[in-house]
């Protein structure tokens, strides 16, 4: 399958492949890195209140800074996206 995700500053272009399983999601990763191997984390980092995916701080800041600017808990937030990507790996 081919995604296409459109931000204001970037497009991404990620095939996935199903059973492609990257580790789970750590609070240290980047949320570029998050977003890139798991597209279906974006509906979580909406329901967090994180819809800055397209800022530039996106690219560079990891998940667990990115959250604590908007005052949410990291743990949640990992929590919530190993949740989405092993539901959607057994699809």
Known sequence: ?????????????????KGNIM???????GIMDIVTAHPETLEVFQNFGMGCIGCAAAHF?????????????P???????????EKNAGQ
């Open 1 to 17: 399958m081919l995604y296409y995700f459109y931000f204001p500053w970037y497009l991404i272009n990620v095939k996935i492949k």
């Open 23 to 29: 580790e789970k999601v750590t609070k240290d990763m």
């Open 61 to 73: 800041e990891n998940l667990e800074a990115g959250a604590k600017v908007h005052g949410i808990d």
């Open 75 to 85: 743990d949640e937030m990992v929590k919530a996206m190993n949740e989405v990507i």
